[in-house]
């Protein structure tokens, strides 16, 4: 049971095989290659972004008040929009990478982008809501109106961003 | 060069083999399934499309196992791609095996097997690998575990959450041949 020496009388049995399916293609390589690293990229960024993220809400409880102006409030917002330009990049490396033609999306990677649906335009709408609420907060008015609805859509963005986190590393 | 002078190509050596040859095995139905163990997740790549041949002469038999790398699926489409891509599964599409038996092993319970496997554009010699036979009518149904690693085939671990997976790949093996 050796493996024999010379290659001479060996079957050649994956003459079966359709030829585009056994020839080598440089240029789908390429393009796998090139979108392993940009997804990579949004891998690492995506992480990165929870961290502000969890920042950003953990202030908003000291955000509110009656006062016209606080520095928690404005640590608040800053937090706010570092969360935001980190997102948006992130979100550019997972929409930039290159697809592959003839793949469906199948298993967790479906539900991290249908996830995308809900806290994709609740990071649009959250900051213009913040921004409203801050503006009214600091004209010392109640938060009123639309802009009451910063918090809830705040809450569900970040869920949904969690969800997302949690849908492509916890096996469930 | 164009498809039909491609294919006499690949066909002509094989046809003139198989007349000097005293018999020959065909791959009936073939699964081959890969595991990858990470801290979070356990995860297997199955593919059915294994295609094989064994051409015996003068007492040994010579095989030929061939499935393509994209061919497996891991029920997630998203790891399955980037499995092509760490593997250079579109610039070496194909994984083959070859490896030399007695003719005289179809009748055996149990055999170990010296197998060379081609795969990401490098080649690894496993020696010795226990596959058990079960004879199932004029059919032999051989399965087994090939002990693969990652870098046996120089392949930089693929990571989640920036913790790279586990250098062992083991890839089960179960292949129903029969006489042609």
Redesign the interface.
């Known amino acids: 049971?050796?493996?024999?020496a010379a290659r001479q009388?060996?079957?050649?049995?994956?003459?079966?095989?359709p030829?585009a399916?056994?020839?080598?293609?440089?240029r789908?390589?390429a393009?796998?290659?090139k979108?392993?690293r940009m997804?990579k990229i949004h891998?690492?960024m995506g992480?990165i972004t929870a961290v502000p993220l969890l920042a950003t809400v953990i202030s908003s409880a000291g955000a509110g008040g009656k006062s016209t102006s606080t520095s928690s409030r404005d640590l608040h917002a800053a937090l706010g929009g570092v969360t935001a330009g980190l997102y948006f990049t992130t979100a550019y490396f997972a929409i930039r990478a290159p697809k592959?033609t003839g793949?469906?999306?199948?298993?967790?990677?479906r539900v991290h982008k249908a996830l995308a649906w809900i806290h994709g335009p609740g990071m649009i709408l959250t900051p213009i809501l913040g921004e409203l609420a801050f503006d009214e907060k600091s004209k010392g008015e109640k938060v009123h109106g639309i802009a009451s609805a910063h918090g809830p859509v705040a809450i569900v963005t970040a869920g949904a961003f969690g969800a997302a986190l949690l849908s492509?590393?916890?096996?469930f | 060069m164009n498809l039909r002078t491609l294919a006499l190509c690949w066909f002509l050596p094989l046809s003139t083999f198989a007349s000097a040859a005293d018999s020959q095995w065909v791959l009936q139905q073939g699964t081959l399934t890969y595991h990858v163990s990470h801290r979070l997740h356990e995860s297997e790549g199955v593919s059915h499309e294994v295609r094989g041949k064994g051409i015996c002469h003068a007492g040994q038999c010579d095989f030929l196992i061939a499935v393509p790398v994209k061919s497996f699926d891991s029920g997630d489409s998203n790891r399955d791609l980037h499995m092509l891509q760490v593997t250079r599964g579109a610039q070496f599409p194909m994984v083959t095996v070859r490896t030399r038996l007695p003719e005289s092993a179809s009748t055996s319970a149990a055999i170990q097997a010296d197998l060379e496997i081609q795969f990401a554009g490098q080649t690894a010699q496993y020696k010795q690998v226990p596959f058990q036979l079960i004879t199932q009518g004029n059919q032999i149904r051989i399965t087994g575990t090939v002990p693969a690693t990652l870098t046996d085939f120089k392949i930089d671990p693929p990571s989640l959450l920036t913790i790279p997976v586990k250098n062992e790949i083991p890839v089960r093996v179960d292949l129903t041949w029969k006489p042609q």
């Open positions: 049971m050796r493996l024999p009388n060996r079957p050649s049995g994956i003459s079966s095989f030829v399916e056994s020839q080598a293609n440089a789908e390589q393009l796998l290659d979108r392993t997804l891998q690492r992480l592959i793949t469906q999306t199948r298993g967790p990677t492509v590393s916890v096996k």
